[in-house]
């Protein structure tokens, strides 16, 4: 079992930034694939960032590349994304997840990670 827990969500004006974090605890997160989805109020929850084991690979959606990178600490058990040049559309609760992988790639879909945070509000001002 895997706890995931978020934080740094708040209130930005847009151009800002924000840095999320997402603390694992329960098993030893070097073990997981991590990735990090957002969900806007009426639409699906769609996938934003990934990393693999060890942080070597990493992959974005198209709509966030170049602004938002994702990272992880395996000795703080802690993944991050490091969310620039924020837009009014890239207000959403963002949810890390957690996909337990024996070799070293990077997961994109949102079935198939197996533990996911409570999430953390985003907003972005125009």
């Known amino acids: 079992q895997v706890q995931l827990v978020e934080s740094g969500g708040g209130l930005v004006q847009a151009g800002g930034s924000l840095r999320l974090s997402c603390a694992a605890s329960?098993?030893?997160?070097?073990?997981?694939?991590m990735g990090w989805f957002r969900q806007a109020p009426g639409k699906e929850r769609e996938f934003a960032a990934a990393?693999?084991?060890?942080?070597?690979?990493?992959y974005y959606a198209d709509s966030v590349k170049g602004r938002f990178t994702i990272s992880r600490d395996n000795a703080k058990n802690t993944a991050y994304l490091q969310m620039n040049s924020l837009k009014p559309e890239d207000t959403a609760v963002y949810y890390c997840?957690?996909?337990?992988?024996?070799?070293?790639?990077?997961?994109?879909?949102?079935?198939?990670?197996?533990?996911w945070g409570q999430g953390t509000q985003v907003t972005v001002s125009s």
């Open positions: 329960g098993r030893t997160a070097s073990n997981y694939a």
């Open positions: 990393m693999s084991r060890t942080g070597a690979r990493t």
């Open positions: 997840a957690a996909s337990f992988r024996t070799t070293d790639t990077v997961v994109t879909g949102r079935g198939a990670y197996d533990y």
